[in-house]
């Protein structure tokens, strides 16, 4: 049994933090609302996962000195727009040789920087990891089966955190390309949104199956030039949670698609979500890291202009339908 805080009350930090409880660990779950921690001591549950209940050995707080002193793993789930600050305010209770588990998906704005760099260099005193992979909290909060990747720079590390989350219900695999699964998360969201477009402007099965398909192509294409790996992008953290986040209703990224799709602005669609829809985040992101590694991302260029000038989704998809003739695969050769 190890001492776990689960840092961020939402969705999935609290399907983790009954993950954890379950497999036998002392879990404090830390809220940075008093009167949502409040409310959940008093019900047992949270808004965003009705019918869930949340174990009496899930300790509650908003007191982060409470959640994060004197344990031996942290789990940080806040969304990626607040990651370096609250690694900030976490500064202060991390002693050294704390591990720090990054379970939240985007890119930092401005520094373009993966949420473990953040970890990294806000508190060096901690060993960073990420868990990432196809995991609605919906499913994972009800112990449905799930599949996910440890990353770590450290293969005892990996396996460490590996037998602490791994259960009946919830199989854990581990890598060492912590880049390429941080890469994954973040930019399939922006291929979700897209997925979602098309799904709200009444496309069929043929059009997801190819943003799908063409989208993670995108995603390899510039993960491997950052330094992934090909085969985290074939793998549960790449194809795997994009098929997910394209496919369910449970994705907020699909659910702000579907609505940009029919014709809602951006403002509009994330109020009507009313959860962080990370893709919104990521997606400038994810164009000022192809222009900097000079990678061509046409649909997730076609998703900033929709998010962001104001670009009609039917011109947009007109856009990527007409675009220059070319090869699948440029490595599968001709018969001479």
Same mark, same amino acid.
């Given at each position: 049994?190890?001492?776990?805080?689960?840092?961020?009350?939402?969705?999935?930090?609290?399907?983790?933090?009954?993950?954890?409880?379950?497999?036998?660990?002392?879990?404090?779950?830390?809220?940075?609302?008093?009167?949502?921690?409040?409310?959940?001591?008093?019900?047992?549950?949270?808004?965003?996962?009705?019918?869930?209940?949340?174990?009496?050995?899930?300790?509650?707080?908003?007191?982060?000195?409470?959640?994060?002193?004197?344990?031996?793993?942290?789990?940080?789930?806040?969304?990626?727009?607040?990651?370096?600050?609250?690694?900030?305010?976490?500064?202060?209770?991390?002693?050294?040789?704390?591990?720090?588990?990054?379970?939240?998906?985007?890119?930092?704005?401005?520094?373009?920087?993966?949420?473990?760099?953040?970890?990294?260099?806000?508190?060096?005193?901690?060993?960073?990891?990420?868990?990432?992979?196809?995991?609605?909290?919906? *499913?994972? =909060?009800?112990?449905?089966?799930?599949?996910? /990747?440890? %990353?770590?720079?450290?293969?005892?590390? @990996?396996? +460490? !955190?590996?037998?602490?989350?791994?259960?009946?219900?919830?199989?854990?695999?581990?890598?060492?390309?912590?880049?390429?699964?941080?890469?994954?998360?973040?930019?399939?969201?922006?291929?979700?949104?897209?997925?979602?477009?098309?799904?709200?402007?009444?496309?069929?099965?043929?059009?997801?199956?190819?943003?799908?398909?063409?989208?993670?192509?995108?995603?390899?294409?510039?993960?491997?030039?950052?330094?992934?790996?090909?085969?985290?992008?074939?793998?549960?953290?790449?194809?795997?949670?994009?098929?997910?986040?394209?496919?369910?209703?449970?994705?907020?990224?699909?659910?702000?698609?579907?609505?940009?799709?029919?014709?809602?602005?951006? *403002?509009? =669609?994330?109020?009507?979500?009313?959860?962080? /829809?990370? %893709?919104?985040?990521?997606?400038?992101? @994810?164009? +000022? !890291?192809?222009?900097?590694?000079?990678?061509?991302?046409?649909?997730?260029?076609?998703?900033?202009?929709?998010?962001?000038?104001?670009?009609?989704?039917?011109?947009?998809?007109?856009?990527?339908?007409?675009?220059?003739?070319?090869?699948?695969?440029?490595?599968?050769?001709?018969?001479?």
């Amino acid at each position: 049994m190890k001492k776990i805080g689960v840092i961020g009350a939402g969705s999935w930090g609290t399907a983790l933090a009954i993950l954890l409880n379950e497999n036998g660990n002392e879990v404090t779950l830390w809220s940075h609302r008093e009167e949502e921690a409040a409310r959940v001591r008093r019900t047992r549950e949270i808004a965003k996962l009705p019918g869930v209940r949340i174990p009496e050995g899930v300790r509650v707080t908003s007191d982060l000195a409470e959640a994060a002193a004197d344990r031996q793993v942290l789990v940080l789930v806040v969304p990626s727009k607040c990651v370096r600050e609250t690694a900030e305010k976490l500064r202060a209770h991390v002693r050294p040789g704390t591990v720090v588990v990054n379970a939240a998906k985007g890119i930092e704005a401005g520094t373009l920087f993966t949420m473990t760099d953040i970890i990294e260099e806000v508190l060096p005193q901690a060993e960073s990891a990420v868990l990432s992979g196809p995991s609605h909290a919906e *499913e994972v =909060a009800r112990l449905l089966p799930t599949t996910c /990747v440890i %990353g770590a720079h450290t293969e005892a590390t @990996a396996r +460490e !955190l590996q037998s602490l989350f791994m259960s009946p219900a919830f199989r854990v695999y581990i890598s060492s390309d912590m880049l390429g699964i941080e890469l994954g998360g973040a930019l399939k969201n922006v291929i979700a949104l897209a997925a979602g477009i098309a799904d709200g402007m009444g496309y069929g099965d043929n059009a997801k199956a190819a943003i799908i398909t063409r989208g993670i192509v995108e995603i390899g294409r510039l993960g491997m030039r950052m330094g992934g790996k090909l085969e985290t992008f074939s793998g549960l953290t790449g194809i795997g949670d994009l098929i997910v986040t394209c496919a369910s209703m449970h994705s907020r990224n699909r659910r702000a698609g579907i609505l940009l799709g029919q014709g809602y602005s951006m *403002e509009e =669609a994330m109020r009507e979500v009313n959860m962080v /829809v990370e %893709g919104v985040y990521s997606a400038q992101a @994810a164009m +000022e !890291l192809a222009r900097r590694y000079d990678i061509e991302l046409p649909i997730i260029e076609q998703v900033n202009h929709v998010l962001f000038d104001g670009k009609d989704p039917k011109a947009a998809v007109s856009e990527l339908m007409l675009r220059d003739t070319k090869l699948e695969n440029s490595l599968i050769p001709w018969e001479e």
